[in-house]
């Protein structure tokens, strides 16, 4: 069964510290994409990759930044977390060219106190 | 900017009835309109839509897209309780390919 799989499903980190969300798929995917999710708000485009060490910032990139040095991994890094970046985050990966077949994890919800 | 507007936000109905969830848009070269259902966790795929006026079905689930009037609907008939979830509407516009942009999404939830 292809799977994207996310490193934590909860996280509690304290402000001010560097947090580190790991996505990983096995399916060969090209694309990889970190969304957030708020209530009323729905998924937020954070940034995306086309490639190996590739990455194209997404509607809201402020505070964070990403790392893409395996075909297969996708971090998301936010370098010093503050209490708005609580929320649901999750990672997503589809093959060059196509949205048919993005396939998502199961999400890690972060809560930054 | 590119635009997905979900609604309702939220709905509360009687398993067996019938639910129309909608999805408007505002997309520069629009290339598909996709329909997700997100229970507790990953949004899991339903349908896309390319074309205007053809209806997708599966089972009690029905969407139709109407590129004219930027629109496009889902239909669930029959309502079960396993049908409670979030709705996520996303288009795909032609430029910056293969990003999605989400709607606020449709809470549903199915008493029984």
């Known amino acids: 069964d292809v799977k994207v799989t996310q490193s934590s499903r909860y996280l509690v980190k304290r402000t001010g510290e560097k947090v580190f969300l790991e996505c990983v798929q096995d399916?060969?995917?090209?694309?990889m994409f970190w969304y957030r999710q708020d209530p009323g708000l729905g998924l937020r485009l954070i940034y995306f990759s086309y490639d190996v060490k590739m990455k194209e910032k997404g509607d809201i990139p402020e505070g964070y930044s990403v790392s893409r040095e395996k075909k297969e991994r996708f971090s998301l890094i936010l370098e010093s977390a503050s209490t708005n970046q609580t929320s649901m985050y999750l990672c997503?990966?589809?093959?060059?060219?196509?949205?048919?077949?993005?396939?998502f994890g199961s999400g890690t919800r972060l809560t930054v106190v | 900017e590119d635009k997905v507007v979900q609604s309702p936000l939220s709905l509360v109905v009687h398993e067996g009835d019938t639910v129309t969830l909608n999805c408007s848009y505002e997309v520069t070269n629009f290339r598909s309109l996709l329909w997700y259902k997100q229970e507790k966790k990953a949004p899991t795929f339903l349908f896309m839509l390319t074309s205007s006026g053809i209806e997708k079905k599966s089972g009690r689930l029905s969407s139709i897209l109407d590129k004219k009037e930027l629109f496009s609907i889902l239909n669930i008939t029959a309502t079960q309780t396993g049908d409670s979830a979030i709705y996520l509407c996303a288009v795909s516009p032609l430029q910056g390919a293969q990003k999605l942009v989400f709607g606020q999404g449709t809470r549903l939830t199915i008493n029984p």
């Open positions: 997503a990966s589809s093959l060059a060219g196509t949205v048919y077949g993005y396939t």
């Open positions: 399916m060969d995917h090209e694309n």
